[in-house]
């Protein structure tokens, strides 16, 4: 990839491999294995396989490292590891870098299957966590110490919308010696401010905005290549958890049309947001961006949009709440985000109904939560169907 390519033109031309055929749009290779011309050949690629040279799917394939090239380029990263959802890019990159003794500090408001991973499983195994509220610069200080190997968190938080200070985190654990990562879905990976700020490594649910059309489950893990061609792809290949070569061809297509899509929904997200605030029948609305969440200021100075999705609160609690939802025409009633169709999602019953009631309660989880993933339908659409449906409220 020609590193002066501006970042869009990289989204399109990024990692490509052509074939001895020439294709334009990028072949997809669907194969277990690969060829040798010679047992030399077989012994040599197994002793160490080159750039190009691949042994079988579990460790890569030239889809799938068509489609790391270009996501590493894209945000910035040296190299890239393709992993079969977002949770298996999470658990490989978490599981890979730390060992028992070692010291965590996370934020407090991490996505479920996230937690599970560094509390129950990585805890079992002897690493220490601690959680503080991502929100507060003071209890990261706190927190991070000399003897902290690993900071993780979410640059914005799901479903609530926290942001952190993300260059005030990374100072600390660098400071430290310690590696942040994060989990950088909500951020979208159009605005990331994640390796300007200075995090190790990026981790994208791709599922969310590079599918960005509610079909293929994926992740990747983006950082320095010693990390990610050392011990993240030797977990990961040996683990597999490797992305498949098809949801490596769709991820490549949808890359090409990513940034005019997550656009044009932050954009729109931020005009409803702007529409909906002050409404009679809702007591908060928050889009990062957006002049009415608390930390606004912070969230502009690391990015020029806030994502795609914005929450609203319900008056009158559940009852009120799924009136609104029951009502909704456009918008469907889901638990993902980031698809091309609009959806509304009540964490507080579905996403996150396990939580135990004071955790909702820190996070601000409540009953009349709704949170929205704008997506590329008309804005003015999305809008009257919102005020439609909280007349019902
Ligand atoms: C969706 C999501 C994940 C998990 O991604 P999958 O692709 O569903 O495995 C992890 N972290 C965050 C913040 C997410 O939104």
């Known amino acids: 990839m020609n590193e002066s390519w501006k970042k869009r033109t990289k989204l399109v031309h990024g990692g490509i491999r052509r074939s001895q055929y020439k294709e334009v749009s990028e072949a997809i290779f669907l194969t277990q294995g690969f060829v040798y011309d010679s047992a030399e050949q077989a012994e040599a690629r197994f002793q160490k396989a080159g750039e190009d040279e691949f042994i079988y799917a579990r460790y890569g394939n030239p889809t799938m490292a068509m489609f790391e090239d270009r996501i590493a380029g894209y945000l910035g990263y040296e190299d890239a590891f393709a992993c079969a959802s977002g949770m298996a890019a999470v658990n490989a990159a978490l599981t890979a870098l730390l060992k028992a003794g070692d010291h965590v500090v996370a934020s407090r408001a991490l996505f479920g299957s996230c937690l599970y991973v560094l509390q129950?499983?990585?805890g079992r195994f002897g690493v220490?966590?601690?959680l503080v509220d991502g929100t507060d610069n003071a209890a990261w200080a706190a927190a991070i110490g000399p003897d902290t190997t690993l900071v993780f968190l979410e640059s914005i938080s799901n479903p609530t919308l926290e942001v952190i200070d993300l260059k005030h985190v990374c100072d600390l654990a660098h400071a430290n010696d310690a590696l942040v990562l994060v989990d950088d879905a909500m951020a979208t990976p159009v605005f990331s401010y994640a390796k300007a700020c200075g995090a190790d490594i990026s981790i994208i649910s791709t599922t969310k905005h590079v599918d960005g059309q509610g079909r293929m489950l994926g992740g990747v893990i983006c950082g320095p290549k010693d990390l990610i061609r050392g011990p993240i792809e030797t977990y990961a290949k040996h683990t597999g958890g490797a992305m498949n070569p098809f949801t490596a061809w769709t991820h490549l297509k949808a890359l090409e049309t990513m940034e005019l899509r997550v656009r044009a929904q932050a954009a729109a997200a931020q005009q409803i947001a702007e529409d909906l605030s002050g409404h009679t029948k809702l007591t908060a609305v928050r889009y990062p961006t957006h002049e009415d969440h608390p930390q606004h200021a912070l969230a502009r100075r690391q990015a020029p949009a806030g994502g795609t999705v914005l929450t609203f609160?319900?008056?009158g609690g559940k009852d009120a709440c799924f009136r609104v939802l029951n009502a909704l025409e456009v918008v469907t009633i889901s638990n993902n985000f980031a698809d091309a169709k609009s959806i509304a999602t009540h964490p507080a019953t579905t996403t996150h109904q396990r939580l135990p009631q004071d955790q909702k309660d820190i996070l601000g989880i409540s009953d009349?939560?709704?949170?929205?993933?704008?997506?590329?339908?008309?804005?003015d659409d999305l809008i009257?169907?919102?005020k439609q449906a909280l007349e019902r409220a």
């Open 120 to 122: 129950d499983i990585l």
């Open 128 to 130: 220490d966590i601690t």
């Open 313 to 315: 609160e319900v008056k």
């Open 368 to 379: 009349g939560l709704v949170r929205f993933s704008v997506g590329l339908e008309d804005p």
């Open 384 to 386: 009257a169907d919102l």
